[in-house]
Nanobody, 127 residues
Framework: QRQLVESGGGSVQAGGSLRLSCEAS????????MAWFRQPPGKEREGVAA????????RYADSLKGRFAISRDSAKNALYLQMNGLTIEDTAMYYC????????????????????WGQGTQVTVSS
């Protein structure tokens, strides 16, 4: 069983920045990939960014490239998301996810390819 705990969410004005963190404790297996997802109010969960823990290979949602940056500390099984230039459309619950199995890069932002999830941290952007 793996537990993921997110932190760093909050309220910010448009144009501001936030840094999300996620720490994973694992009792068995090895974390191969981690990712951030988000779910805006009334919408489906969507992939934000993913990272391969060994190589640092990253994949982003096209609409977020240049504003968001994912990083990791493999030794700590920790994941981070630096979010800059936030807009009202970034308001959502942000979730950390981890996977113990490899997948091709095309699956990195697919929720079904992850087997552990955090409880989420709320990000609210106001004008």
């Amino acid at each position: 069983q793996r537990q993921l705990v997110e932190s760093g969410g909050g309220s910010v004005q448009a144009g501001g920045s936030l840094r999300l963190s996620c720490e994973a404790s694992t009792y068995s297996g090895r974390i191969v990939r981690m990712a951030w997802f988000r779910q805006p109010p009334g919408k489906e969960r969507e992939g934000v960014a993913a990272i391969y823990m060994d190589t640092g290979y990253t994949r982003y949602a096209d609409s977020l490239k240049g504003r968001f940056a994912i990083s990791r500390d493999s030794a700590k099984n920790a994941l981070y998301l630096q979010m800059n230039g936030l807009t009202i459309e970034d308001t959502a619950m942000y979730y950390c996810a981890a996977a113990s199995t490899p997948r091709p890069p095309s699956a990195y932002l697919a929720p079904m390819s992850y087997d552990s999830w955090g409880q989420g941290t709320q990000v609210t952007v106001s004008s």
